[in-house]
């Protein structure tokens, strides 16, 4: 018999966001997405131009999540949709597509608040760049995070700059250092997101992040495969044969390997990662992300292992 360290779900194995949330607000809580129409500086010119060469924004917007539909009417669609089909009672506003503190903080004020102004909202996750965090973000969210629950999402990918550079990402590895030490200790979760696939990457450079990861005290993380949708340069690469994706067996072995090294207080809010079938060019596993989820999750218990079990302490 295996003793696993509280955080850790003693049937899954690891410490997801869904069962920290339900411990922490008493009930069923789901993310909800909304689109709030920002741009993003590796795109307008700022940083760059073009984005990452694996960006399709469409590939996880809903038809009812787009930028000319105001943000009560996408929250309600998608507070409606989680209700129904999971039973959820309370709710966080994912600010998710493209760079999301990128603008004034007099706009940010606004779209926070009309947020958090719905009665079942308990708080907000913001999905941003850590080139795009000014101070002032950063004083809005820690202020608002004094009286509501805030999710900082920093888009990582690696740590290593050489590949940073070759997809395009438009900062550095320093600058996201720099992000987390002013964000820290400010009252917010910080999650961190992460994909490991890239070209000329290793399993044992990619696992270096999960140390970073401890080193930090990141307190949650996104993981998933790099994958090449419809109308991106990454997409073209694949058909130069430039861009080979991994076997589904070397992402799921990798997976486990990085929730074994990283602390069982770090929550875990994705594995893996999809696109519409239409848009989809590749890996091509066909899988959903359930499916996926418990591929990983299945490892670890072949294994007889479990989140944070190579790393001592909690």
């Known amino acids: 018999m295996i003793h696993l360290p509280a955080a850790v779900h003693p049937e899954i194995r690891i410490n997801s966001y869904g069962w920290y949330l339900r411990k922490r607000f008493g009930c069923r809580v789901s993310k909800v997405n909304v689109d709030a129409g920002f741009t993003c500086p590796n795109r307008d010119g700022s940083r760059g131009t073009g984005g990452c060469i694996y960006c399709d924004n469409s ?8 930028s000319h539909i105001s943000i009560e009417a996408q929250m309600l669609a998608g507070m409606d949709y989680h209700r129904r089909r999971f039973g959820s009672q309370k709710f966080i506003i994912y600010f998710q597509k493209f760079t999301n503190t990128y603008d004034s903080v007099e706009r940010l004020q606004s779209l926070y608040s ?13 999905g941003t760049r850590p080139d795009a965090l000014s101070d002032g973000a950063i004083e809005l969210l820690a202020g608002i995070a004094r009286e509501h629950y805030v999710c900082l999402e920093l888009g990582l990918q690696s740590m290593d700059n050489e590949i940073l550079a070759g997809i395009n990402r ?42 970073m990861i401890a080193s930090l005290g990141i307190n949650s993380v996104k993981l998933h495969q790099l994958h090449a949708v419809k109308g991106t ?37 994705r594995l893996y990662g999809s696109a519409p079938l239409q848009i989809r060019v590749a890996p091509e596993w066909n899988l959903k992300n359930n499916q996926m989820w418990f591929a990983v999750l299945n490892e670890l218990k072949r294994r007889n292992s479990w989140q944070g079990s190579k790393r001592f302490g909690p």
């Open 59 to 66: 590939s996880f917007s809903p038809e009812s999540t787009q």
């Open 170 to 211: 438009g900062h550095t590895f320093e600058e996201y250092l720099g992000a987390v030490s002013r964000a820290s200790g400010r009252g917010m979760d910080i999650c961190t997101h992460l994909i490991y696939g890239f070209p000329g990457e290793s399993r044992a450079g990619f696992l270096k992040s999960a140390d």
């Open 233 to 269: 340069r990454l997409a073209e690469m694949y058909g130069r044969g430039e861009f080979v994706p991994l076997a589904m067996n070397e992402y799921v072995a990798a997976a486990a390997d990085f929730l074994e090294l990283i602390p069982a207080s770090v929550t875990v809010q």
């Open 114 to 126: 009309r947020a958090l102004a719905h009665p079942d909202v308990v708080g907000i996750s913001v």
